[in-house]
């Protein structure tokens, strides 16, 4: 059996390294557990940085209301925070 990359996922459950297994729908990774069968996904963390950042620009550069942003306004701070530190 070949060995697992060491940039394999771990499983959540067993802590051993996941075999890919496809994509879903939105075209992430998916990963599967050999001996638990658990599976999970992989976000494109620099996907949804990116859309963040633009929100945050659009909202601070156009003052536009934060409940135009797709989420509560509490949610939108909270998922921005780190935008302040650019």
């Known amino acids: 059996m070949r060995t697992r990359s060491k940039r394999a996922r771990k499983c959540p459950v067993r802590g051993r390294p996941m075999r ?4 879903d729908r939105n075209g992430r990774q998916r990963w599967q557990c050999d001996t638990c ?5 992989a976000t494109i963390k620099s996907r949804s940085r990116a859309s963040t950042l633009r929100a945050f620009l ?3 550069l156009e003052a ?8 509560d306004a509490r949610t939108f701070r909270r998922r921005s925070a780190w935008c302040w530190d650019l």
């Open 20 to 23: 890919k297994n496809g994509h």
């Open 37 to 41: 069968k658990a599976t999970t996904t």
């Open 64 to 71: 536009a209301p934060q409940r135009r942003l797709g989420c």
């Open 58 to 60: 659009d909202w601070l």
